[in-house]
């Protein structure tokens, strides 16, 4: 087997037991926060927002050193620094005793996560170009089967075992990705002795930088629109429900579906968009999501979200991946690792703002106007993206 495809295996599950690790911990997030000693569904609601996001944005802070470090020392090394410091720290989460010791754990997370970001650089770099966008868009169906497998073991352990049991498996499988990572992933790396180069000099190795930047700010929009509803959904499932009784369940059966169907979209999507372009997968990815949101906020009980989250699922399933390709291919070797850390500061931030912005709309106004305000954004973003890259690709 070719080392591009035996990496690709191996990151591929070590992409799946992280995601699934992390994303047990998001359905009952409200839920702990309530059992740490929260009881105001408004001030559950920010905090639940501020708890998911205060771990992306010090993530967007600290991913472009991680990239000049991945392009110094390797992605390998970056893969196991991931997945050992957060096993040890999400471990920490299940012993805390006030929801100000959960910020500061997750704001350690972010310090040290980034396994799925080190994948992808890892990935990229080491992948022929034109497999570029399969390789990716298999990729992040690890992360996909992650979220479809992660939310329901969740909500299941919540429910049976406790919500300790989900920190402590979680701390488990992220052990795993290190040990997996550490035997078998194998980098053709060679060392570099120069000194790394500044913010000034990548920028000027850029051979399209208003390509580059245009996929920067979607890459922001788009996370901030997808994100503004995940960590409240689990109060808006406990609306909608008659018997909350099984809402942690409910909540992680939700959640998973989106995961589902991406898992099912997401190497399609990837081989259309080396067939047919990644601009077009895009486009069309974008206006379908931001369809799909409106009806979100009209639905009358926790069946019909999970339907429509499938759709949406099945249209996001090809969008990052997609801006993945396209960087890769507009970016040299020596800075990929720089330029995938930009775009990933991107995301994250993009990621803090929807999860803050979406708890406070949701505590100001209700959580319905943050499906509307979501669809808004995507449908512009939709639009920005067709003047900034799909024109010019189509000329």
Not at 12 to 37: D, E, K, R
Not at 51 to 66: H, K, N, Q
Not at 102 to 117: C, D, E, N, P
Request: proline share 3%.
């Amino acid at each position: 087997m070719e080392i591009w495809r035996r990496n690709l295996l191996v990151c591929w599950f070590g992409v799946f037991v992280t995601s699934a690790g992390l994303s047990q911990v998001i359905p009952i997030m409200p839920l702990y926060i309530a059992h740490l000693g929260v009881e105001n569904t408004a001030e559950i609601e920010r905090w639940s927002g501020i708890a998911f996001g205060i771990t992306t944005l010090v993530m967007a802070l600290v991913s472009p050193i991680w990239g000049k470090a991945a392009d110094k020392y390797g992605r390998k090394p970056m893969l196991l620094r991931a997945s050992l410091g957060m096993a040890v720290v999400v471990t920490a989460m299940g012993f805390v005793h006030n929801v100000y010791q959960l910020i500061g754990l997750r704001l350690l997370q972010g310090t040290i996560s980034g396994f799925y970001a080190g994948s992808i650089t890892l990935i990229a770099t080491q992948t022929p170009k034109n497999h570029t966008g399969w390789a990716l868009g298999t990729l992040a169906t690890g992360s996909m089967a992650g979220m479809l497998i992660g939310p329901l073991v969740g909500g299941f352990l919540s429910e049976h075992v406790g919500m300790q049991s989900v920190f402590l498996s979680t701390g488990v499988l992220l052990l795993v990705a290190f040990f997996l990572s550490l035997f078998f992933v194998k980098e053709q790396f060679t060392r570099s002795e120069e000194e790394a180069l500044g913010f000034q000099e990548v920028w000027r190795q850029l051979p399209n930088q208003g390509l580059v930047i245009t996929l920067i700010i979607t890459t922001f929009v788009l996370q901030a629109a997808l994100y503004s509803i995940e960590p409240i959904i689990t109060v808006y499932i406990a609306e909608l429900s008659h018997d909350t009784t099984h809402v942690a369940l409910l909540s992680g059966l939700v959640f998973a579906s989106s995961g589902l169907a991406s898992f099912i979209a997401a190497p399609r999507l990837g081989k259309l968009s080396d067939k047919i372009g990644s601009e077009k997968v895009m486009l069309t990815a974008l206006i379908v999501a931001g369809i799909v949101f409106i009806p979100q906020a009209l639905v009358e009980n926790p069946w019909q979200l999970m339907a429509l989250r499938f759709i949406l699922g099945l249209a996001t399933a090809g969008l990052l991946p997609s801006i993945n390709t396209l960087v890769r291919r507009s970016v040299p070797d020596a800075v990929a690792g720089r330029a995938f850390g930009y775009n990933q500061s991107a995301q994250f931030l993009g990621t803090f703002s929807g999860a803050v912005a979406g708890g406070q709309i949701a505590a100001l106004f209700g959580i319905h106007y943050v499906f509307f305000i979501t669809s808004f954004l995507l449908l512009a973003n939709a639009a920005w993206f067709y003047q900034g890259i799909y024109r010019k690709a189509a000329l």
